[in-house]
Nanobody
């Protein structure tokens, strides 16, 4: 069982910024594709930022492109989600997802046995 912890959520005003962290222990996050997904009340999961394991390729949907940035710090065994120019529509629970196996070829793909974090609430409101 892979162990990792999310942190960094909170309440922020529209136009503000937050950085979410996903930190692993006992295994190397660098070998796995990582995705940040979110779920707003009454809605399904949406992949908002993903990074591949093999070539570091990234994916952003149009709703967050230019505002969100996903990055790795392999020395700290962490993946970060930098969120800028936040909007009320970004309000959701954000989850770190780790691919079920290392070095998967697809970015932001959900596999049956992926590992999911506990989630961290992000609220954008004045």
């Amino acid at each position: 069982q892979l162990q990792f912890v999310e942190s960094g959520g909170g309440l922020v005003q529209p136009g503000g910024s937050l950085r979410l962290s996903c930190t692993g222990s006992g295994f190397s996050l660098a070998s796995y594709g990582i995705g940040w997904f979110r779920q707003a009340p009454g809605k399904g999961y949406e992949g908002v930022s993903c990074i591949g394991a093999s070539d570091g390729s990234t994916y952003y949907p149009s709703s967050v492109k230019g505002r969100f940035t996903i990055s790795r710090d392999n020395a700290k065994n962490a993946v970060y989600l930098e969120m800028n120019s936040l909007e009320p529509g970004d309000t959701a629970v954000y989850y770190c997802k780790v691919d079920d196996l290392p070095l998967r070829g697809y970015v932001c793909h959900k596999y049956e046995h992926d590992y999911w974090g506990q989630g961290t609430q992000v609220t954008v409101s004045s």
